[in-house]
């Protein structure tokens, strides 16, 4: 037999890897910088790593407690009700819950173009129909309310990533607020803030009651706003954080909503390794900030020395006009600097360069320099 009809998924196509270029190339793993997957440079807090390794002795037992006590962390840290963080493996795993929660079969969702293809795939596991919105190169894919607007036509969810990916623009929180307010009650916004400790626009989490305490290394939430129960924002524990191979993520999402995650989640949707190394991470906020300080400085770096044209980042990346994206992706390869060609995205003039340390993105930019020269 064979699986259902899956000729309209889409495989995710994921950044290449250091070991696998290595060995494509038949070079040692140790000549490559990889900026190509928007991972953090420093690697986990030394905290978090401390955590696993502890965690390692008790992976015997589900994670109960462990999953408790990263919920009611996360849920102070933002000051919404513990019912109102789903934890999941991944962003992603969280992706597919608001999914499941959401959609029933035939019911439509509206994703941007360019686009994390994740978004339509997931709703199309779930049985959704997905439909797209353009943001347009002529306004460097700009966001505001309207570019959603515009082609809105009742679907049951949409999705807005601020910082966008991989644009590195943002949609202001008034904007995203009047897409909540303007769409139909039955449609649920997810603000996708996979980037958000890197940007200076404050959390959507104040549009579902939240409030981030200034300490806790999350951007800023802003304040006195009447909580809605049509938005859901989705945080991740693999950028700022840089814990992507633990798989750990969340949506924070409207109290109405609190009941469903026992109803739709994996049972144990994050592991007892990722929910102590979540834990150990957020306790180290020199880290975030420190993390969060270096992409500042790199996405500067970038746009003032790559002899191409940039988009303005509020993201850990920076999206550069090269004209060939795959060749200069090839070339750059060579020269053993990774990035990621975005002709995956439907941007096949553009690619996108992580921000790596000090050192990586010097190396990363004089190499692109001399491709494009
Ligand atoms: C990285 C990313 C995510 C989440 O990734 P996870 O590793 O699954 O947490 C979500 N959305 C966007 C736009 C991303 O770039």
């Known amino acids: 037999m064979q699986p259902r009809d899956l000729s309209a998924h889409d495989p995710y196509e994921a950044g290449r890897g250091i070991e696998e270029v290595a060995r494509e190339l038949g070079r040692d793993p140790d000549e490559f910088v990889k900026l190509a997957s928007n991972e953090n440079p420093l690697g986990p807090s030394p905290d978090a790593a401390d955590a696993i390794r502890e965690a390692a002795g008790r992976a015997n037992s589900y994670p109960t407690a462990a999953h408790t006590d990263l919920t009611a962390a996360v849920a102070d840290a933002w000051d919404v009700a513990e019912a109102q963080v789903w934890l999941a493996n991944g962003g992603d795993g969280a992706l597919d819950y608001l999914a499941r929660a959401a959609l029933s079969p035939g019911?439509?969702?509206?994703?941007?173009?360019?686009?994390?293809?994740?978004?339509?795939?997931?709703?199309?596991?779930?049985?959704?129909a997905v439909r797209s919105y353009p943001l347009a190169a002529a306004d460097d894919y700009a966001m505001d309310a309207d570019t959603v607007l515009d082609a809105y036509d009742g679907e049951r969810v949409v999705y807005v990533?601020?910082?966008?990916?991989?644009?590195?623009?943002v949609m202001a929180l008034d904007e995203i607020e009047r897409v909540a307010a303007?769409?139909?009650?039955?449609?649920?916004?997810?603000?996708?803030?996979?980037?958000?400790?890197?940007?200076?626009?404050?959390?959507?989490?104040?549009?579902?009651g939240g409030v981030a305490s200034k300490e806790a290394g999350l951007s800023d939430a802003a304040e006195d706003r009447a909580p809605r129960d049509d938005v859901a924002v989705l945080r991740t524990f693999s950028k700022a954080y840089g814990l992507a191979g633990v798989r750990l993520g969340y949506a924070v999402v409207p109290d109405a909503w609190a009941d469903a995650y026992a109803r739709v989640n994996?049972?144990?949707?994050?592991?007892?390794?990722?929910?102590?190394?979540?834990?150990?991470?957020?306790?180290?906020?020199?880290?975030?900030?420190?993390?969060v300080e270096t992409a500042a400085w790199a996405r500067e770096y970038v746009s003032d020395h790559v002899d191409a044209p940039t988009l303005p980042s509020s993201g850990n990346f920076v999206l550069v006009e090269v004209g060939d994206g795959t060749?200069?992706?090839?070339?750059?390869?060579?020269?053993?600097?990774?990035?990621?060609?975005?002709?995956?995205?439907?941007?096949?003039?553009?690619?996108?360069?992580t921000c790596g340390t000090r050192e990586e993105t010097r190396t990363a930019v004089s190499e692109l320099n001399e491709v494009l020269a």
Do not use: Q, W
């Open 107 to 128: 019911d439509d969702v509206l994703v941007p173009d360019p686009g994390f293809s994740y978004y339509a795939m997931s709703a199309r596991y779930h049985h959704g």
């Open 161 to 169: 990533t601020s910082p966008h990916n991989p644009t590195g623009r």
């Open 182 to 208: 303007e769409t139909d009650e039955e449609t649920l916004v997810i603000v996708d803030e996979a980037y958000g400790e890197y940007a200076a626009e404050p959390s959507a989490v104040s549009l579902v």
């Open 266 to 291: 994996t049972p144990f949707a994050a592991s007892e390794i990722a929910c102590r190394a979540g834990l150990a991470a957020m306790g180290d906020r020199e880290h975030v900030r420190e993390s």
């Open 327 to 353: 060749g200069t992706y090839e070339a750059l390869k060579r020269r053993g600097v990774i990035v990621r060609d975005t002709s995956s995205y439907g941007l096949p003039e553009y690619v996108r360069l």
